[in-house]
T-cell receptor, first 113, second 110 residues
Framework: NAGVTQTPKFQVLKTGQSMTLQCAQD?????MYWYRQDPGMGLRLIYY???????DKGEVPNGYNVSRLNKREFSLRLESAAPSQTSVYFC????????????FGQGTRLTVV | RKEVEQDPGPFNVPEGATVAFNCTYS??????FFWYRQDCRKEPKLLMS???SGNEDGRFTAQLNRASQYISLLIRDSKLSDSATYLC???????????FGRGTSLIVHP
């Protein structure tokens, strides 16, 4: 059972470099999410995709773009990385409903120097 | 008022103790509730759903109080391995976004 798969697990970037974080789920979930987690801050929503073909901004979208490539895949792109984007990034998926839990990927630890 | 609020702790308890966390939510129309556990530097994972009538899973008991708009998690006979951050999650009708609390840190010491 793969669940939610994120790549890469670790990354170091120089300021100004770009990169794409990949996320794929095999649970046929409609909705997918990108969060960042900083010490003491909890999970903050960057972008989400309620269903295939739609994306919306979350709480902290600045400096990021996303693509919902198909139902399985939802990628997060940093066009010009900044030290403030040093964080742990989690992808999650769920099908919204009364008793539907969200599943998370293992996270990407990104350091921007 | 934040949508979902938790006391960040840390709750520092000895092995064998009973500890309880609360989580308050602001949307009275919220429909489903969960407790997640997050170990240091790992992804959050579902601990248990919270049902209207309350539910128990081994040493863990979850309760929902709709009148006062909070959920609780009770851990009995704490183990060292229970040390983690516990996140509450609330789903509201018409929203595609599960709302996470910031989490409550639990440290169980020998």
């Amino acid at each position: 059972n793969a669940g939610v798969t994120q790549t890469p697990k670790f990354q170091v970037l120089k300021t100004g470099q770009s990169m794409t974080l990949q996320c794929a789920q095999d649970m046929n979930h409609n909705s997918m999410y990108w969060y960042r987690q900083d010490p003491g801050m909890g999970l903050r929503l960057i972008y989400y995709s309620a269903s295939e073909g739609t994306t919306d901004k979350g709480e902290v979208p600045n400096g990021y773009n996303v693509s919902r490539l198909n139902k399985r895949e939802f990628s997060l792109r940093l066009e010009s990385a900044a030290p403030s984007q040093t964080s742990v990034y989690f992808c999650a998926s769920t099908t919204p409903g009364r008793l539907t839990e969200a599943f998370f990927g293992q996270g990407t630890r990104l350091t921007v120097v | 008022r934040k949508e979902v609020e938790q006391d960040p702790g840390p709750f520092n308890v000895p092995e064998g103790a009973t500890v309880a966390f609360n989580c308050t939510y602001s949307n009275s129309a919220s429909q489903s509730f969960f407790w997640y556990r997050q170990d240091c530097r790992k992804e959050p994972k579902l601990l248990m759903s919270v049902y209207s009538s309350g539910n128990e899973d081994g040493r863990f008991t979850a309760q929902l109080n709709r009148a006062s708009q909070y959920i609780s998690l009770l851990i009995r006979d704490s183990k060292l391995s229970d040390s983690a951050t516990y996140l509450c999650v609330v789903n509201s009708p018409g929203s595609y976004i599960p709302t996470f609390g910031r989490g409550t840190s639990l440290i169980v010491h020998p």
